[in-house]
């Protein structure tokens, strides 16, 4: 495992890093033209999706997904989600069973990961499985990501496009803050509507939480699954620098507190308690707080239930002890 973190680290310099803060560019032709020419240069490019923003490269060529690893400082352990334009282009690179098309036939386009085996001529560079015999892939809802699909014609490995560990992006202006000097490109196409990373599902359980819920899926969550087998499994991750207190009734003082419904505090989820609402806005709340003056964080109770399990298993995560 040392060995492969050393190649991530030695090709650095030559994929994704930029010696100035990234370029934004808004969402349009130009945009998506030169984002895909970064790709085929083997760069890598921020790019909104429905979830979150993604830093995108080109999943075939090892030295660019190398470059994503270094730019945002991942272990190399923890693999990464493929995206591609639609069904066929997932059944090239992953063997579908009966149940797995039949969750891809209802809800992709969508925030739907799964997890499948990965084909032997896939094409994909092996650091994007960190070395696993399974595959995470998806086909994205979102117009700025499925042009670039198209513009660059190759499936692209995307994690959230932000430091390891860090909060997750929901606009430019958070991939531009936490990946400064480290990548050339941020495509701009205003806040993602989502706002939460998007669902896995490995054979028929849920292993991480997402905007699609237990309920619509009709599956439940997966027990303990031990190694990392999928993007998103780490104890600590989505975490501001500041500390974080869970399911608080009230302020103390020296804190920052995010309200939900009846709890008010100095920003809110959602002052009428619309979880969708809730997870849409976590992220973007988060960043707020820790960029405040206060010296911690609080955070109202959520309540556990539908799409609560995500915005409460991002929550838990964000307050993991480093």
Same mark, same amino acid.
């Given at each position: 495992?040392?060995?492969?973190?050393?190649v991530?680290?030695?090709?650095? &310099?030559? /994929?994704?890093?930029?010696?100035?803060? *990234?370029?934004?560019l808004?969402? @349009?032709?130009?945009?998506?033209?030169?984002?895909?020419?970064? +790709?085929? !240069?083997?760069q890598? $490019?921020? $790019?909104?999706?429905?979830?979150?923003?993604? %830093?995108a490269?080109?999943?075939?060529?090892?030295?660019a997904?190398?470059?994503?690893?270094?730019? #945002?400082?991942?272990p190399s352990?923890?693999?990464? +989600?493929?995206h591609v334009?639609?069904?066929?282009?997932?059944?090239?690179?992953? $063997?579908?069973?009966?149940?797995?098309?039949?969750?891809a036939?209802?809800?992709w386009?969508g925030?739907l990961?799964?997890?499948?085996?990965? #084909? =032997?001529?896939?094409?994909?560079? /092996?650091?994007?499985?960190?070395?696993?015999?399974?595959?995470?892939?998806r086909v =994205?809802?979102?117009?700025?990501m499925?042009?670039? %699909?198209?513009?660059?014609g190759k =499936? %692209?490995?995307?994690?959230?496009?932000?430091?390891? @560990?860090?909060?997750?992006?929901?606009?430019?202006?958070?991939?531009?803050? &936490?990946?400064?000097?480290?990548?050339?490109?941020v495509?701009?196409?205003?806040?993602?509507?989502?706002?939460?990373?998007?669902?896995?599902?490995l054979?028929?359980h +849920?292993?991480? =939480?997402?905007p699609i819920?237990?309920?619509?899926?009709?599956?439940e969550?997966?027990?303990s699954m031990?190694?990392?087998?999928a993007?998103?499994q780490?104890? &600590?991750?989505y975490?501001?620098t #500041?500390s974080?207190?869970?399911?608080?009734?009230?302020?103390?003082?020296?804190?920052w507190?995010?309200g939900f419904?009846?709890?008010?505090?100095?920003?809110t989820?959602s002052? /009428?308690?619309?979880?969708?609402?809730?997870? !849409?806005n976590?992220f973007?709340? %988060?960043?707020r707080?820790d960029?405040? &003056?206060?010296?911690?964080?609080?955070?109202?109770?959520? *309540?556990?239930? @539908?799409i609560?399990?995500?915005?409460?298993?991002?929550?838990?995560?964000?307050?993991?002890?480093r």
């Amino acid at each position: 495992m040392g060995s492969l973190l050393c190649v991530v680290r030695l090709r650095y &310099s030559a /994929s994704c890093v930029s010696p100035t803060n *990234p370029r934004t560019l808004r969402y @349009g032709a130009a945009a998506i033209a030169e984002a895909a020419r970064l +790709i085929a !240069a083997g760069q890598c $490019v921020a $790019v909104p999706t429905e979830t979150v923003y993604g %830093l995108a490269a080109d999943a075939t060529d090892s030295r660019a997904v190398a470059g994503i690893y270094a730019a #945002k400082g991942r272990p190399s352990f923890n693999p990464l +989600i493929v995206h591609v334009a639609d069904l066929a282009a997932a059944e090239r690179i992953a $063997v579908f069973d009966d149940a797995a098309r039949d969750l891809a036939a209802r809800f992709w386009p969508g925030p739907l990961t799964l997890v499948l085996p990965v #084909k =032997p001529d896939s094409g994909i560079a /092996s650091l994007v499985t960190a070395g696993l015999d399974t595959i995470a892939i998806r086909v =994205p809802n979102h117009r700025a990501m499925q042009a670039l %699909l198209a513009a660059c014609g190759k =499936p %692209l490995a995307a994690p959230s496009a932000n430091a390891s @560990g860090g909060i997750s992006p929901t606009r430019a202006e958070h991939v531009a803050a &936490s990946l400064s000097g480290r990548i050339p490109l941020v495509i701009d196409d205003g806040a993602t509507p989502a706002g939460l990373e998007s669902t896995i599902v490995l054979r028929g359980h +849920i292993l991480r =939480p997402g905007p699609i819920t237990a309920e619509a899926l009709g599956l439940e969550a997966a027990e303990s699954m031990g190694a990392i087998t999928a993007p998103g499994q780490l104890a &600590s991750h989505y975490a501001p620098t #500041k500390s974080l207190r869970l399911n608080a009734p009230g302020r103390v003082d020296g804190e920052w507190l995010i309200g939900f419904g009846d709890v008010a505090g100095d920003d809110t989820l959602s002052a /009428s308690g619309d979880m969708v609402e809730a997870a !849409a806005n976590l992220f973007e709340a %988060l960043h707020r707080a820790d960029a405040s &003056s206060a010296s911690a964080i609080a955070i109202a109770p959520i *309540p556990e239930t @539908g799409i609560g399990v995500a915005i409460n298993d991002r929550l838990r995560r964000a307050a993991h002890p480093r």
